[in-house]
Structures are given as C-alpha cells and as structure tokens.
DNA sequence: TTGCGAAGCGGACCCGCGGTCCGTATCTTT
DNA sequence: AAAGATACGGACCGCGGGTCCGCTTCGCAA
C-alpha cells in the first residue's frame, strides 16, 4: 500500500544528480572535494531536492555505489563460473577477490568516498555484510578450514579502496600486477588447506 | 644551531594538551566526535595554543600516536625476541602483528582516529610506511618467499583499526579469540612457504 | 479544459568545526 | 629592570553539510 510512484520530476531529477554525482567523482582528484552544493549545481537542481532525494550524503554514494556495482552483484549471485554459484570455493574465491578488485580499480573514488563514509567505518554499510558473509560461506565450504570468519574479513581488507588507491594511484603498481600480487596472496591463504598442528 | 629550547608554559600546555586529548578520545564514543576547541578546553587552554603546538587536527593525533607507539616501536626496533630483530622471520611476523592487534585493542579511539585522518588515507602516515618496511623485509627474509610487498601490506591490513573496532566493539568477539584468529591467518599466509607452480 | 490538493522544488539560511589572527601577557636574557 | 622574543587565548572567518518554507509543478478528476 504504502507503495506511492513518485512523480516524473522527481525521477528525472534523481537520475541527473546521479549522474552528475558519477561525473564529478569520475574526474575529482579527491572524493572529499566533491562538496553536495557542487553536485546538486552539475544537476541543474536545489540542494534541498538532493537531499530530498538521498537523504544525505552517504544515501548519495551508496546510491551511486549501488549502481556501479549492480552487474558484478548479479554475475556473483546468479552468473556461470566462475564467479556464479556451482563454483568450487577453491576457483570461486578468487575470482570473486579479483573481480572486486578490478572493481575498485575501475571506481576508484567512488570506492574510496563509500569506504570513506558512514562514519569512517566501512564495516556499517549492508553491502560490505553481504560480500562478508558470502565470502565467509565459500571459505567454511572448503573441508576442514576454521576461522572462516576473520579469514573472509582479512581477505576483504586486503582490497580495501584505500589501498587499491595507495598502491595504483601513489605507487603506480600496475593494475596487472596488483590482480597477480593479490591472486597469490589469496592462494597462500587458500592454499594450506588444514594446517597441520 | 636551530635547536632552541621552548619556553616553560609552552612544554606545560603541551603536555596538559596531550593528558586531555588523551582522556577525551578514551572516554568518547567515536573520535570525530571531539573537536579541537573541546580538547582546548579540556586542556584549559585556547584554541590557538592548541594548533600553534601541533599544527592541525593531525599532528595532535600523530603526536598521541607517537607517545603511545613509542615503547612497541623501541621493543620492535631493539628489543628482546620474539619482538625484536634476530628473530627469525617466521617467529617474529606473527609476533609483531600481535603485538600490534593488541596495541590497537588498548588504544581503539586513538587508532581510528589516526587511520580516519590524514585525508582518508592512513597510507600517507610516515608510521604505516615504517611497519610496512618492516615487515615487508621479515618477509622477503623468508626464503624463495614473492610478493613480499603487497603481502606486507595485505597483513597489515588485517589489523586495520576499524576492522579491529567492529570486530571487538561491535561484533563483541573476545580479545583471545582474535589473537588466536589473527595468529592462525598469518601462519596460513606464511605456513605455506614457497608454493608449487 | 480546468481546478485543486498533494508532491516536489530550490536556494536562503543555520550551525558546528577546523583553522587563523593579533593585541596582550609571560618568559628570558643581559 | 628593561627590552625583545615567544607564547597565549578567544574572537573571528570560511566552508560544508543539512534544514526550512514559500512557491511551482504535477497529475488526477470533474
């Protein structure tokens, strides 16, 4: 019932700061001096309608960061191996790390500003309790592996936005040995299986 | 020749500083909430003394950071093993990153603070640099071990400050539970030595 | 087509915070 | 004791996020 459809300009006026919200964070040096005054300006639209719209500014990037990330969210939950479900733990979890790590390569500071929200704690954002939990189902489905939990939280970290960023942008490593650098990181967690001891 | 001496009330405001700022992210609930003018105030002191000491909101934090780091720094650098150096690497890694999990389970506020600044980026902290320096020699120092670098900083980012905040703040997981959880994923990481292939 | 309530618009406005400035007070040195 | 250097402190500034409310636009119904 409570379902009312909002009126037309209200759904043109979402998808122009949407896009201009993307805009300016594509070419920003810093996600920080994207300001809401600037982004309701590069719409053509009030602030108060962008806040009207997005509640503040986190329900703007996680609005944006949504969006961007929709494809890659469905290729994991119902796409073919190997990133889809029916994917061995052992094929899948790497592929699911580096298909995120490109992802943040490609949306760097989109990345960057939704880890950077929310209070300074990436860890509040529902998204990053999906990509947990799903990563930590994968890593309890291999035989006999204990501590799934903190093994899928320490594999997150490491393809935090913010070290993405520091590592392509700062040091310039390039995006082709990051994904090798990060392929053996994970297949050295992986790869003991049940340690002996 | 540049060296001159402060002045007496100087070096008192800024300890009377650092004794109040340190107070106040203990008692707080989130470290973005104590402005600069409530550390002022804690410390019975003006604003401008305040940022005359320690430049900006950053170096006040820094400076905390260092006083607090210093004695892990010194066991570290010279210190008897497990700690210090002389250990083989396979004993000290994981010592040095427990240490370092513990030091950020006592000092919470503090290390998301500092991690929350610097424009976002903890990475741009001199102090990161040195950890990683570090550990990514006891790394190297591992036979036929590759990719030490990134692992250096894939490890560190298991004990990342806000990791350790939701783990032990919200998610309330024992203090033990971690150690032994962080203590397990390293020697995963490390157990497998070189790898086949 | 027109009328009319509701939904939405926009930008002036508010507030709190980091950081600066400068007249005044305090220390130190000779 | 006097003078110069150094530090103090809080009024002040600019900026950015978020709110408010008089006005516009929409869309339904007669």
Redesign the interface.
């Known amino acids: 019932m409570p379902e009312r459809k909002p009126r037309k300009d209200a759904t043109r006026n979402r998808a122009a700061v949407l896009a201009a919200a993307d805009d300016l964070y594509a070419r920003c040096a810093?996600?920080?001096d994207v300001t809401m005054a600037d982004v309701a300006a590069a719409a053509g639209v009030g602030k108060g309608t962008l806040f009207r719209a997005f509640g503040d500014r986190n329900g703007l990037i996680r609005a944006l960061y949504q969006a961007r990330l929709e494809p890659l969210g469905n290729s994991v939950e119902a796409g073919p191996p190997p990133l889809g479900p029916g994917t061995p733990p052992l094929e899948r979890i790497p592929a699911v790390l580096d298909a995120l790590l490109c992802f943040k390569l490609d949306n760097r500071r989109l990345a960057?500003a939704l880890e950077?929200a929310g209070?300074?704690?990436?860890?509040l954002a529902e998204h990053y309790e999906r990509w947990h939990a799903l990563l930590r189902a994968m890593v309890e489905g291999i035989p006999g592996f204990?501590?799934g939990?903190?093994?899928a939280?320490?594999l997150l970290?490491?393809t935090?936005a913010?070290?993405v960023?520091?590592?392509a942008g700062?040091e310039r490593v390039p995006r082709e040995q990051?994904r090798?650098?990060?392929a053996?990181?994970v297949?050295?967690?992986l790869?003991?299986g049940v340690?002996p001891g």
């Not at 209070?119 to 860890?123: A, N, V």
């Open positions: 810093s996600p920080e960057l950077g209070g300074g704690s990436p860890y204990m501590g939990d903190f093994t939280h320490a970290a490491a935090r913010d070290l960023e520091h590592l700062q990051l090798a650098d990060l053996e990181f297949r050295r967690v790869g003991a340690l």
